[in-house]
């Protein structure tokens, strides 16, 4: 190293530390000095000959450097020129003189001083060797600077020879785009033939990257020229909407994809949203395609995937969210309050939602009832009306082959819901039909299935959505047209239609009250006792719910408004009787207590209507003629089969009860069930029937007051039958003081055996001769008839006798 250079004696010199910036020899730099050590140590120079140890620190970050903080080799600098800015910071222009390197540090309190010796390189010997090096490093920067369009090609006149090499390495390092390691390693390098080394393996680096730019840029160049039409078109197209108020096509992408990344979508749904974002990228932001995929994109954001909304787990606040808004209803009620218990007990653990389905008559409040359950459990209730449905794609939804497709029923009431556990309420399930076009019930079965509506597919968004949270409860008014499959997978809880006490209750708890504020009117004003009231259920609608009772009422508050704004003066309005029947006319459904003597081929049936239960008089009549059995009354196969079945039994004990063999072939029979117009149907009637039957044939009247219902066999059994509650509320409305019913059925009447009459006597029957012994007023036997027949034979005996004689 001693041969490579020369020392020069060391001087005194302060030091000015630079962050990032190497300073090198032959170079003219701006410098912003604003720490106070470096503005000492520049006030300091300017103090003396101008000149500074300038060296880079080690640390960016260093604030104060130590001198163990700085490199020890630098460049001696002068100061060329100083302003002093106003907020007292200095901007200075210094040259790099030559290298310089540290020999020792002076302890200076306001800036780093040091002691520091000029580090002069040998010259090179004028030989073949180096000659080819200068001429090589000359060559290399030449081309260089020829590719590099900001470095000035009127640097290469500076140089002449090998003499000028020590000046040209340092002003290519100055030139050349360095890395501040790289800078710092040539600095420290002092051997002029090792700096030119150094040197030209850096430009042969750049020039050869200089060269990979230059042929990206012709190629970009190229594919500009050749869209360069669409490209200005579409610039053109940004700025307009731009102008418009409208979004970047870009911008909006890139917040698609942050929206994504934030709604924590599954990772196959995030996966198709990244593939359709890619897509757009590179479509024209108006072409019909780029539209079909931002409205996917679009879809599977606006759907919830993770958000859902906290249950109440209150039993007790539930139980008054529920009594408060629906009367009755016990058992829809039950099974609510089980689920919020089972949920508060299991916690998060219990993750499947019961599948619900409402079964009852119009009217009952299935739909309100739907709403009070998503308000007792804290949830956002969402309706989907099922009623004639019979497109498969309104609940999966349409391809996105088809223009317009759009998802199904299921998960845009996922989107207006906003959470992933609803209430969803799928109304008038068994109004659901087909045709070309598929089987909505079909559909459904993947959606109220447990174990399959955790991965439900629909045909629109093709990604895999968990409705296992989803609380789905359905509504009917009978379940019989509903597919058996569907059904199986619902728990079906049966709501009946409401009995009179329960209207009058209604009507005072909550129809009353919810008039009276649409119509803006005050309790006070207009008096209904409870008697009044139940005139108004009893004789002016028959229905199992009570909506035409709510019009009823509205047109008695229509008219008490009425009789206010005529009578100024008059301050409230009493309703009677009297005025009742000149507001609403003669009662269309006055019932009257149906009671009878004791009849021949008359008997009672109770009945189950949508609108509740009622009474049915069977009428037989027997006539002579050729065997032939005549039904009618507008009955259905079920109840002619009835017939046929209790005209069989009666045959096959003809004997029993005192009839002689073929009776059947010499008379006519009619049954008759009176009101012709309505349709009827069922197995219950088919006692009654062979009640009817059995008397206009044996000629013994019926029990007055009596009433039945149950299915009956060919071997007289008596069999279970449904709408209980209906038939014996309807006999104690009717004045029936006895009801004949199935011994089967005597567990459904415990159930509301509160709510009956307490004068109606129930007999339950197993047989058909229990049915008689209670129906009829005198009961044909066989031993009568044997002794009646004993009688007759020692009759003729005698008669025979006499003859003889």
């Known amino acids: ?22 300073a090198l020899p032959k170079s003219i730099i701006p410098v912003v000095v604003g720490r106070d050590i470096s503005i000492k140590a520049v006030d300091h120079a300017l103090k003396g000959n101008k000149e500074l140890f300038v060296t880079a620190q080690k640390a960016v970050d260093t604030e104060i450097p130590k001198p163990g903080d700085i490199y020890h080799f630098g460049t001696r600098a002068v100061v060329l020129q100083v302003a002093r800015m106003p907020n007292g910071t200095l901007k200075i222009l210094i040259e790099g003189l030559v290298r310089s390197r540290i020999v020792s540090v002076q302890h200076v309190d ?160 995030l996966e198709k949203v990244e593939a359709e974002l890619k897509r757009l990228e590179q479509m024209q932001p108006m072409s019909p395609e780029a539209s079909v995929s931002r409205t996917y994109v679009d879809w599977l954001l606006a ?61 009952v409040g299935k739909t309100s009832l739907a709403q009070s359950i998503a308000d007792s459990l804290g949830r956002p209730l969402v309706r989907i ?82 409705l296992s949270k989803v609380m789905f409860i359905t509504t009917a008014n009978v379940v019989d047209s509903i597919p058996y499959p569907l059904l199986d997978r619902m728990e079906i809880i049966y709501l009946s239609g409401y009995t009179d006490v329960e209207k009058l209750e209604i009507t005072k708890r909550f129809l009353l009250p919810k008039l009276l504020k649409e119509y803006a009117l005050q309790e006070n004003q207009i008096e209904l006792n409870d008697e009044l009231l139940t005139i108004i259920i009893d004789e002016y609608t028959k229905e199992a719910g009570v909506r035409q009772l709510e019009r009823v009422l509205a047109k008695i508050l229509r008219k008490s408004i009425l009789e206010l704004l005529k009578h100024k003066a008059q301050k409230s309005v009493t309703v009677e009787a009297e005025i009742l029947e000149k507001w609403l006319g003669a009662p269309p459904f006055k019932r009257d207590e149906r009671k009878h003597e004791a009849s ?65 072939a010499d008379v006519d029979i009619h049954v008759h069930v009176p009101e012709g117009a309505i349709p009827k149907d069922g197995p219950s009637a088919g006692i009654t029937m062979a009640v009817a039957l059995l008397s206009a044939l044996t000629q013994t009247p019926t029990q007055r007051n009596v009433a039945m219902t149950g299915e009956v066999t060919l071997r007289g059994r008596v069999l279970q039958i449904g709408g209980l509650k209906e038939k014996l509320l309807a006999a104690a409305r009717f004045g029936i003081t006895t009801a004949i019913v199935p011994k089967s059925n005597a567990k459904d009447v415990k159930e509301f055996a509160h709510e009956l009459d307490k004068k109606l006597n129930i007999v339950y029957v197993e047989h058909m001769d229990q049915v008689i012994d209670t129906a009829f007023v005198k009961r044909p036997k066989l031993e009568e008839k044997k002794n009646g027949d004993k009688e007759s034979s020692n009759k003729k005996a005698k008669s025979k006798k006499s003859k003889k004689k």
């Open 1 to 22: 190293m001693e041969e490579n250079y020369t020392k020069g004696e060391p001087v005194f010199l302060p030091v000015l530390p630079l962050k990032n910036l190497i």
């Open 110 to 269: 306001d800036y780093i001083g040091v002691m520091a010796e000029d580090v002069i390189p040998t010259p090179l010997e004028d030989n073949p060797d180096n000659l080819a090096l200068w001429r090589n490093l000359y060559d290399l920067f030449n081309e260089y600077v020829h590719l590099n369009e900001k470095a000035s090609t009127e640097v290469l006149g500076l140089f002449r020879g090998l003499e000028d090499i020590d000046y040209l390495t340092d002003t290519i390092a100055v030139q050349m785009h360095l890395e501040f390691e790289e800078r710092q390693h040539i600095l420290e390098t002092i051997d002029l033939k090792e700096r030119a080394l150094k040197l030209c393996i850096l430009l042969k680096k750049e020039i050869e990257i200089l060269k990979a730019e230059k042929n990206i840029k012709k190629r970009v160049q190229s594919q500009v020229e050749k869209h360069q039409k669409d490209y200005y078109l579409t610039e053109q197209m940004r700025a307009i909407q731009r102008e418009l108020g409208r979004e970047d096509t870009q911008q909006e992408i890139n917040e698609l994809r942050k929206k994504a990344k934030k709604l924590k979508l599954s990772a196959e749904a």
């Open 303 to 363: 759907i919830p995937w993770q958000k859902v909304t906290k249950d109440v787990i209150s039993v007790v606040q539930a139980e008054k969210i529920l009594n408060a808004s629906h009367a009755g209803m016990k058992k829809a009620k039950e099974r609510v309050i089980e689920f919020i218990a089972s949920r508060k007990f299991a916690g998060e653990s219990l993750k499947r939602a019961p599948i619900i389905c409402l079964a009852g008559p119009p009217g």
């Open 385 to 466: 009306s099922l009623g004639g449905v019979r497109d498969e794609a309104e609940i999966r939804g349409h391809r996105r082959t088809y223009i317009g497709a759009m998802p199904g029923k299921i998960v845009q009431a996922i989107k207006k819901a906003k959470v992933v556990n609803p209430v969803m309420l799928l109304d008038e399930v068994d109004k659901m039909a087909m045709d070309f076009r598929g089987d909505p019930a079909a559909a459904l079965l993947e959606v109220l299935d447990p174990e399959q509506n955790k991965a439900f597919v629909d045909h629109y968004l093709e990604v895999e959505y968990d």
């Open 600 to 664: 021949v081929g008359l008997a009672m049936g109770l009945a189950w209507t949508e609108a509740g239960g009622d009474v049915l008089e069977i009428e037989v009549t027997v006539m002579k003629g050729k065997g032939a059995l005549t039904l009618t009354g507008q009955l259905g196969e079920v109840m002619q089969e009835s017939a046929q079945a209790a005209m069989s039994y009666i045959r096959s004990r003809a004997k029993d009860f005192g009839l002689k063999d073929g009776f059947y």
